[in-house]
């Protein structure tokens, strides 16, 4: 589990202001340590207040429920703008990465982050684990290089408003997505584009694999005849087949399948 997340089973009770003070060992302080506990309680409360990224945090925040291919992500993701944004990511991460496991994927988890004080984005209903136990904490590379271009393609489609913890400068933690602004336009804009229907296509290349790459060699062959295996797989022939296209539609010859090549293919 990433460092946001609790150890404790997902039904374990949400934890109130008592039980973090006692995991503090600030319980039961005599009188003498009065001005000092209610320093430190005061520094909690306002730290609990938001989270991370600036969104509200609570113990009993209202959460939606989240499923993918009958994974759940318990206890939920916060309601409004974050479920579907998270939950949008979570199914493109089935559909385009890797099958979701089941234990191994979470969302809110009421707590701060490991070796500090600052509430975790997970605190706020803002970020899921997926996968859990295949990309651990402090680990990188457990994704492919294509697994890895697919990742960035669907947080490039979120507008500067989701971030993966694999792209952090400092431990990488490859499970784990979350909001990287706090409530406003821009993460409005971007669930409201995302509920209103499909977002642009992913700009995938020789190396990239999945759906989209299917898709692209399935046009291929509609468009062109170049009888390519639709596998999914970006390679040389697809390459070749997607130089060809864009020679024989007036765009630029990169092989790339990015904007203009979707629109011309879909066209």
């Known amino acids: 589990m990433c460092e946001h997340h609790p150890t404790l089973p997902a039904s374990t009770p949400r934890l109130g202001r008592r039980a973090v003070l006692r995991g503090l060992g600030l319980t039961g302080l005599g009188l003498a340590t009065a001005g000092g506990l209610a320093q430190v309680t005061a520094t909690r409360a306002a730290a609990a207040e938001v989270s991370q990224n600036g969104w509200p945090a609570a113990p009993d ?5 989240l499923t993918v291919d009958g994974v759940g992500f318990p206890p939920g993701i916060a309601r409004g703008a974050p479920h579907v944004i998270l939950g949008w990511v979570a199914r493109q991460l089935a559909e385009r990465v890797e099958a979701p ?7 809110f988890s009421y707590r701060p982050v490991t070796g500090g004080t600052a509430l975790s984005n997970h605190a706020s209903g803002t970020a899921i684990d997926y996968n859990a136990p295949q ?10 290089t294509a697994q890895v271009a697919e990742i960035h393609a669907i947080v490039a489609s979120c507008d500067g ?6 792209d952090y400068s400092g431990r990488k933690d490859e499970m784990h997505f979350e909001l990287n602004r706090p409530p406003g336009a821009a993460v409005d804009a971007v669930a409201a584009k995302l509920a209103g229907g499909t977002p642009p296509r992913p700009t995938i290349r020789e190396g990239s694999q999945g759906a989209a790459v299917r898709d692209a060699q ?24 997607v130089r060809d296209f864009q020679a024989a539609s007036g765009l630029a010859v990169d092989g790339i399948v990015g904007p203009a090549t979707w629109a011309a293919l879909e066209a």
């Open 135 to 144: 990309h651990p904490i402090g680990a990188s590379g457990t994704f492919t």
């Open 101 to 107: 496991v089941d234990p191994g994927c979470w969302g």
């Open 218 to 241: 399935t046009l291929l062959n509609a468009k062109g005849g170049y009888g390519l295996v639709v596998d999914g797989i970006f390679g040389p022939a697809t390459t070749a087949a």
């Open 61 to 65: 925040l209202p959460l939606s429920t």
């Open 161 to 166: 408003v989701v971030r993966w913890g694999g």
